[in-house]
């Protein structure tokens, strides 16, 4: 199965546009990206997934290397909301139950 | 949000006991899911199910048995609970396009 590797955990200030990188080095063809993010005490919540052009969402961007092996989740104003734990998930559409989650970058917002 | 709900919300049991956490979903999602999450792990799927009657092991199934007997609820049995099931447990769901999974609140169990 391929693997993600993510920062342990970033900082960023309130209102500025946060970064969250991603590494795939392994993808194959048929992974989509997908990212989700866990707010303390809560079950994990989608946020945007995509195959291999750039996405856009009301919550956030994703911007997909033309190679595939890695991506950037992009926040364009951090709030003190986006505090959470994001994880970068490939996910295998002949395989769609599986889910391999990673242990995520821990974002802080700082105000 | 998605209407997906998990009982009990925090159980503490002793070794040994047989446990049973429960998922229910108003939306009739054919896709259903028992992770645990443990700290260093990120989450972890146990066993899920494609529909009712069918379902079929995950990543970390040992001492983990499940059943579907209606599209709505997925349980989760423990038939003997040890400490190293002491864990925060999700349920999700995914519908027929399986894009996006969403999840319930999760189940805190303290096995003693």
């Known amino acids: 199965d391929a693997k993600t590797t993510q920062p342990n955990s970033m900082e960023s200030n309130e209102e500025e546009p946060v970064h969250l990188p991603c590494n795939h080095s392994?993808?194959?063809?048929?992974?989509?990206i997908h990212w989700y993010r866990q707010l303390p005490s809560q079950g994990p919540e989608y946020v945007i997934h995509g195959l291999t052009s750039n996405v856009n969402n009301r919550m956030a961007s994703l911007a997909i290397a033309e190679d595939r092996k890695s991506s950037t989740l992009i926040l364009h104003r951090a709030t003190l909301r986006d505090a959470a734990v994001y994880y970068c998930?490939?996910?295998?559409?002949?395989?769609?139950?599986?889910?391999?989650f990673g242990t995520g970058t821990r974002l802080k917002v700082l105000a | 949000d998605a209407g997906i709900t998990q009982s009990p919300r925090h159980k503490v049991t002793e070794t040994g006991t047989p446990v049973t956490l429960r998922c229910h979903q108003t939306e009739n999602h054919r896709y259903m899911y028992w992770y645990r999450q443990d700290p260093g792990h990120g989450l972890r799927l146990i066993h899920y199910s494609y529909g009712v009657k069918d379902t079929d092991k995950g990543e970390v199934s040992d001492g983990y048995s499940v059943s579907r007997s209606k599209t709505e609820d997925f349980l989760l049995t423990l038939e003997s609970a040890t400490s190293s099931q002491t864990s925060v447990y999700f349920c999700?769901?995914?519908?027929?396009?399986?894009?996006?999974?969403?999840f319930g609140p999760g189940t805190r169990l303290l096995v003693l």
């Open positions: 998930i490939l996910r295998d559409v002949s395989r769609t139950y599986k889910y391999i």
């Open positions: 392994t993808i194959s063809g048929t992974d989509y």
């Open positions: 999700a769901i995914s519908g027929q396009g399986q894009e996006t999974q969403y």
